[in-house]
């Protein structure tokens, strides 16, 4: 279970770097179409902190519990 959360937060890491990448491209070209990779590369990097930390959340709870 932990693993798949550790890939997951990644995924949304990955999501984030597209999106920076399609703003960069589509600036010029489609201005509201670089507003929606912009709030898909905030709400990517939000969900990658939120995961960490309930990831770590998560693991010292198991920790504790099994002491």
């Known amino acids: 279970m932990i ?26 070209i489609d201005r509201q179409r670089a507003y929606l990779f912009v709030f898909f590369g905030i709400v990517s990097i939000g969900m990658f902190i939120f995961k960490k930390t309930y990831r770590k959340r998560f693991e010292e709870r198991q920790k504790n519990n099994k002491q």
């Open 3 to 28: 693993k798949i959360l550790r890939y997951t937060e990644y995924l949304y890491l990955a999501v984030a770097v597209v999106s920076i990448f399609e703003i960069y491209e589509q600036w010029n």
